[in-house]
């Protein structure tokens, strides 16, 4: 095993125990990380969407994306690239985020869930796996949005720029800034933790490259696990931090922001996995890209939070299940939430096929 598998697995370690901490400092239960909710809050909180419960600037999202520009500064790894089809990159942002939303949780979530005992994040671990396997079979067929090409210094610091000034908002609260009363929003650590954590996940994400939908995928294409490691690390390490703990709940519903709308949580997360596919990395892995310097993932990642708005404004996102008063309240995904999917897989099918070969076709 060399240096890089190592750290790959330390990467996970660490992403597990910093989401152990933050949940105990006052994150929502199973949520010490959530690109997808977190996004979705910081939206909230920008005024993009109007759901009272899921309204904060996180400094997580912060955190991560100038700890790997700091770590891609240092090691002389920044580079400025831009121009691998921004538009689709924006919308293919848009839709992993819908399908993300309408599970309640990324990737990274979807870990840190099933570490906590949820087993209904199994239906989309399987629906995330066979996302990635229509994204793999693109790829064979020589699915590409093109190459990026070296731009202005200044266009790879857009995005760190735009969380410094989410940072800058967070402090000061202004009266436009809308803050949660109650629900998920409502239920943070404190900030400097927060920041603190993301940035140390950030540094260790951009060496290491983390990225659950890469590690599917070099599973599928080479059989090789390197990167699927790190995640193996992050589940095992909140597994055993929830036993010690006393935080294991093992239950098939009523677990924290999650519902059991299985059929649903698997499309939903299929249709995320085969997004991340398309675009080169799961929603964690673009938010250390832009961190490096790439416009494109900068792109993607204003797409996921415009895809958060949406969700929310149009009633896509998923419903948790409730218990009040010892009165059971189911939760899923509305009507609007599955037209949303249904329509998302048609979009990812029509980009799947209009990008085959696109150089061979050029060349023509």
């Known amino acids: 095993m060399n240096k890089n598998k190592y750290l790959v697995i330390c990467t996970g370690v660490v992403v597990g125990l910093a989401a152990l901490a933050l949940t ?94 949820d087993v209904t994040a199994i239906a989309g671990l399987i629906g995330f796996a066979a996302g990635i396997g229509a994204g793999v079979l693109c790829l064979k067929k020589g699915f590409s949005l093109g190459r990026a090409r070296k731009v202005q210094k200044a ?24 803050f949660s009363q109650a629900g998920p929003g409502a239920s943070h650590a404190p900030w400097l933790i927060s ?42 390490t909140v597994l055993v931090g929830n036993l010690v703990l006393g935080n294991f709940n093992p239950t098939l519903a009523v677990q924290p922001i999650a519902h059991h709308d299985y059929v649903w949580s698997f499309l939903g997360m299929a249709m995320a996995g085969w997004g991340s596919v398309l675009l080169g990395g799961c929603p964690l892995r673009q938010l250390i890209l832009a961190g490096e310097g790439s416009g494109d993932s900068a792109v993607t990642v204003f797409g996921m939070l415009v895809g958060a708005a949406l969700a929310h404004n149009f009633g896509m996102a998923g419903n948790a299940d409730a218990m009040t008063d010892g009165v059971f309240t189911a939760g899923g995904v509305a009507q609007a939430g599955r037209i949303g999917i249904v329509i998302g897989l048609i979009l990812l099918a029509i980009i799947s096929y209009a990008n085959l070969h696109r150089e061979e076709k050029q060349n023509d």
């Open 155 to 178: 266009d790879g610091f857009v995005l760190p720029g735009f969380v410094i000034a989410v940072l800058a908002l967070l402090l000061l609260a202004p009266s436009f800034i809308r």
């Open 195 to 236: 920041l603190a954590g993301g940035l140390i996940v950030g540094v260790l994400a951009q060496k290491s490259r983390l990225c659950m939908a890469g590690g599917l995928r070099d599973v599928f294409l080479f059989r090789d696990f390197h990167l699927l490691t790190g995640f193996i690390a992050i589940f095992v």
């Open 24 to 117: 105990a400092a006052g994150n929502p239960a199973n949520m010490g990380f959530c690109i997808a909710c977190f996004l979705r809050d910081i939206a909230g909180g920008l005024g993009l969407h109007s759901a009272e419960k899921v309204q904060y600037l996180r400094p997580e999202i912060v955190g991560l994306v100038l700890g790997a520009t700091v770590a891609a500064l240092t090691s002389k790894e920044f580079r400025a690239r831009a121009g691998s089809a921004p538009a689709l990159r924006f919308v293919l942002g848009m839709i992993v985020m819908v399908g993300a939303l309408a599970f309640l949780g990324c990737p990274l979530r979807m870990v840190l869930r099933l570490g906590g005992g």
